[in-house]
């Protein structure tokens, strides 16, 4: 069963209780007692759209389920807890972002894993790190080589 990383930020209708809302519906998905969580941090919003600072984390835990399966739970997930897509990087009751599926790289066009993104964003790489500081991405690339003290000092733990 393959270990997977999922990114969690939410920024309206109490940030802290949708990630906790959140992890327990992961527990759901993961093989029992794997679900592990980060702690969650503080950050300013991407983008240009005003809007209060995100609550963000990581979790990790073992599943059965394959790539797609997985990718449409979190989006149930998401959904089930008042997620509207409307304005790009815009304010957002729950995001969950599958980050890595094992060592799988997956280009589907549904599905891009490693996430596209994660290798820029503090806020993804500083809790991840705390779960897997040690972890190598399918590209070889060492998470620590990623992380410098600049990211650090742009997230504020909780």
């Known amino acids: 069963m393959p270990l997977v ?49 995100y609550v963000n984390a990581v979790a990790s835990f073992h599943t059965e ?38 060592n799988e790289i997956i280009d589907m066009p549904r599905l891009t894993v490693p996430h596209y993104g994660m290798k820029e964003r503090a806020f993804v790489l500083v809790p991840l790190a705390d779960l897997a500081p040690d972890l190598q991405l399918p590209c070889h690339t060492r998470l620590a080589t990623l992380i410098t003290q600049s990211m650090r000092n742009e997230l504020l733990p909780l």
């Open 65 to 102: 389920l394959a790539p797609l399966a997985l990718l449409d739970e979190l989006q149930h997930i998401e959904l089930k807890q008042g997620r509207q897509r409307l304005v790009r990087w815009g304010p957002r009751t729950l995001d969950l972002d599958l980050l890595l599926y094992g």
């Open 5 to 53: 990383f999922v990114a969690l930020g939410a920024n309206l209708k109490h940030p802290r209780q949708q990630l906790d809302s959140a992890c327990l519906a992961l527990s759901a998905l993961a093989e029992p007692n794997t679900l592990q969580v980060s702690p969650y941090y503080r950050a300013a919003p991407m983008g240009d759209v005003e809007q209060p600072d």
